[in-house]
């Protein structure tokens, strides 16, 4: 069945170091991937966007990698911040016509100052 | 510009009642989107609407069901309310369909 995996435990950095959380999935075609931001009692805030033929992607301090080979995307966060303490969500789209979002369960990071 | 806007804020209900939830896309998107969220779960995909139209919908009964108007707006009705429908409930928008969505503040429903 197909599946998405991400880091299930919280991830604590240390404020200015880079935060790399991980999103591994099975079973599955994407034809573009996206992370998001989720803060405790809010929606979802798109970060990024990469697609299937694109290796990597930056935003400012984010970055995004796409293996189709290893089947994962990594999100970097370089200098992070107490800020940036949220819920990551890594989301698969399939393209086309079932136009469907698969999320996973996402990661917590608290950066300690 | 304003956001997706989502209303009530909170929803009590009892088991067994219907419960309706209420989306206003940002102007412009056609799609909108439906999302489930149990305490400590992912997001669920409930729905997906665009130009009035039900284009697909997630691994949920019947009894959840929903409707976009013709400004795009969009309402979600759940049936005979069970216990574990208590979640946080996200719309989204997006144009065109394929690109980012955009998600409202969400309704927290709770089933007593």
């Known amino acids: 069945s197909q599946k998405i995996e991400q880091n299930s435990e919280a991830l604590n950095i240390q404020e200015g170091k880079t935060a790399t959380l991980t999103c591994n999935y099975t079973?599955?075609?994407?034809?573009?991937l996206q992370w998001y931001r989720q803060d405790p009692g809010r929606g979802p805030v798109f970060l990024l966007l990469?697609?299937?033929?694109?290796k990597e992607k930056r935003k400012e301090r984010l970055k995004v990698t796409f293996d189709t080979t290893l089947k994962q995307s990594l999100f970097h966060i370089t200098a992070s911040q107490p800020a940036d303490s949220a819920t990551y969500l890594c989301?698969?789209?399939?393209?086309?016509?079932?136009?469907?979002?698969?999320f996973g369960t996402g990661t917590l990071l608290a950066v300690q100052p | 510009e304003a956001g997706v806007t989502q209303s009530p804020t909170h929803l009590i209900k009892t088991r067994g009642q219907q419960a309706t939830l209420r989306c206003s896309p940002i102007s412009g998107h056609t799609s909108v989107y439906w999302y489930q969220q149990a305490l400590g779960l992912g997001l669920q995909f409930l729905l997906w609407y665009d130009e009035g139209e039900e284009r697909n919908r997630g691994n949920f009964p019947p009894r959840f069901s929903g409707r976009q108007f013709p400004n795009y707006s969009s309402e979600l009705n759940v049936n005979a309310l069970e216990l574990e429908d208590s979640a946080l409930y996200l719309c989204?928008?997006?144009?065109?369909?394929?690109?980012?969505?955009?998600f409202g503040p969400g309704t927290r429903l709770t089933v007593l």
């Open positions: 990469i697609r299937e033929n694109e």
């Open positions: 989204a928008s997006s144009s065109p369909p394929e690109n980012e969505q955009f």
């Open positions: 989301a698969l789209h399939s393209g086309g016509a079932t136009n469907k979002l698969i």
């Open positions: 079973n599955y075609s994407p034809a573009y």
